[in-house]
């Protein structure tokens, strides 16, 4: 009798607790039905997400067939995990909602996280006044005048490549062939890594001569994190957001970042004690900002340490650790978009010999035409060099969705359903770029696309590599001029051609929510 009780009281926990998850689970699951929005059915645990959280597809594989699904419709609801989001597939909508109505769309989605400071103080990471704060201080930054003061530090990266392949090609190759076959996400990865050393963290460095640099290892790993913390993190943000402070995640690698971290600040205090030393990277450009500050009043402060007049306040917003977080920022969103950006412009390249002889040809008119160095004009000049990257950016972008968080109450325009806040709005950045509708034949490369006149045939709002709006990417200018540099030293003195271990198509990687190539991108680089 008494274990009989005994079961029946267990087996009615047990229910109550399974209805329990059930209801957690689902009780979000009918969001999008009460405000009359299209929508896929979603499944417990999942939501719309099974296919990707099995690792069936990749990220963007999964965000380019989530938006063809929703053909016909300019928005439509969708689940991650129990979290309702919208995503926004018409142009004009984008547009509104990145741009025209910004106010309501300030900020992006992140997660509190415990005891970490550089990442809650990464630009893409802050919220409201003060993201605009510090976005307001660090744009200068940005300008064309530091960048053309800028160009020379990546340039000798440049060089460097260039000199790279030189010496290899003479060691490797034969009489009639001087060639070697690269794994092109590796090779450009060790470029974008000397460009990030020398312009955000003041280290000068030559990872492609010397592999084993410090530097190089570590940052190469800072985005290196367990199985078991990628699981976590999924968990958290899909199922208890609000309880990610409690959590013991890591975006980043522990290690590598102390390490960076570490630099940063030895650097800033060696450029404190030799003041007499001359500097043109974007960290001496922080601390110059920083300085400036206090000489203008920036000590003063509110209580809650946001600043409501720029000049007066912002050592409060350009601090210690938002310069660290800043110069963190770089490799996050510097090492991974530039070079997956060069890997498959050089992919293309190799595949359509056409294109690759036309810019070959314009890079060395506009080389001849300024004395045959590749400054910051002649890059200027190289617009075909340009419609390459941004064809490649097209059909091949790093990102394949961007995210805006609903910080005021929105009536989406034209209709009455209306966004509360905290509404998560997905932009499909790869559903728009693989869109027949704006781009015919999306699987093939055609960087004629980006003709002036062809650009005016679609709306803008179709090509999202950057961003738009106000949170567009702050260093899109620096990441044109430092992937144009590369491919001019890459293109101008070497043919790229398919190897035996070319694979066409290439098959994506399943694992990453990054665009990576599941056995890699090779390529023969044969001297001219």
Not at 418 to 425: A, I, K, N, P
Request: one cysteine or more.
């Amino acid at each position: 009798m008494a274990l009989g009780i005994s079961f029946e009281v267990l087996f009615i926990i047990l229910s109550l607790l399974l209805w329990g998850v059930f209801w957690f689970s689902t009780r979000t699951f009918n969001h999008w039905k009460k405000k009359g929005v299209y929508y896929k059915e979603p499944i417990i645990f999942f939501g719309n997400l099974k296919e990707r959280v099995l690792f069936q597809k990749s990220f963007h594989e999964f965000h380019r067939d989530l938006y063809r699904s929703f053909d016909g419709h300019k928005y439509a609801g969708f689940f991650e995990g129990r979290r309702p989001t919208l995503m926004v597939r018409d142009p004009e909508l984008i547009k509104f909602i990145m741009v025209r109505d910004f106010e309501h769309f300030v900020d992006r989605p992140t997660v509190a996280l415990r005891n970490s400071p550089y990442t809650q103080n990464m630009l893409i990471n802050m919220k409201g006044q003060q993201w605009k704060n510090v976005r307001a201080l660090l744009t200068p930054t940005f300008s064309s005048g530091k960048l053309k003061a800028m160009e020379n530090l990546v340039e000798q990266c440049g060089q460097q490549m260039e000199t790279f392949l030189q010496n290899e090609c003479n060691k490797n190759g034969t009489n009639n062939e001087k060639c070697i076959e690269l794994e092109m996400k590796e090779f450009f990865g060790r470029f974008t890594l000397d460009v990030i050393a020398t312009c955000a963290f003041g280290v000068q460095c030559d990872s492609l001569k010397d592999p084993e640099a410090e530097f190089v290892k570590i940052a190469a790993a800072f985005n290196d994190i367990s199985i078991f913390n990628r699981i976590l993190i999924f968990f958290v943000l899909f199922f208890v957001p609000q309880f990610s402070r409690f959590f013991p995640l890591r975006f980043f690698n522990k290690q590598a970042m102390a390490f960076l971290v570490d630099v940063v600040k030895k650097t800033k205090e060696h450029r404190r004690l030799h003041k007499e030393e001359k500097w043109n990277d974007f960290l001496q450009l922080m601390l110059d900002a920083s300085a400036e500050a206090k000489e203008e009043g920036g000590d003063e402060k509110q209580d809650d340490g946001v600043k409501s007049n720029t000049k007066k306040t912002s050592t409060t917003v350009l601090n210690e650790e938002t310069i660290i977080a800043q110069s963190l920022l770089f490799i996050l969103a510097g090492f991974e978009t530039s070079s997956t950006l060069l890997t498959y412009a050089a992919y293309e390249l190799a595949l359509n010999q056409e294109i690759q002889h036309n810019l070959r040809k314009q890079i060395k008119e506009v080389l001849d035409k300024f004395g045959g160095y590749c400054s910051y004009e002649a890059l200027l000049d190289m617009n075909y060099l340009e419609m390459v990257l941004l064809e490649t950016l097209r059909k091949h972008p790093p990102l394949a969705r961007v995210d805006r968080l609903c910080t005021q109450s929105y009536t989406i325009p034209g209709t009455n359903i209306q966004l509360q806040q905290d509404s998560t709005v997905c932009i499909p950045i790869m559903g728009l770029h693989h869109d027949p509708q704006y781009y015919p034949q999306p699987e093939v490369f055609d960087p004629n696309r980006f003709l002036p006149t062809e650009k005016t045939t679609r709306s803008p709002y179709a090509f999202l590599a950057f961003g738009s709006g106000p949170r567009n990417c702050i260093g899109t200018r620096f990441a044109l001029m430092s992937t144009k540099i590369a491919m001019v030293h890459l293109i101008k003195d070497f043919y790229l051609k398919p190897s035996m271990k070319t694979e066409v198509p290439f098959k994506y990687n399943k694992f990453s929510m990054f665009l990576k190539a599941k056995n890699g991108i090779w390529l023969n680089i044969e001297k001219i």
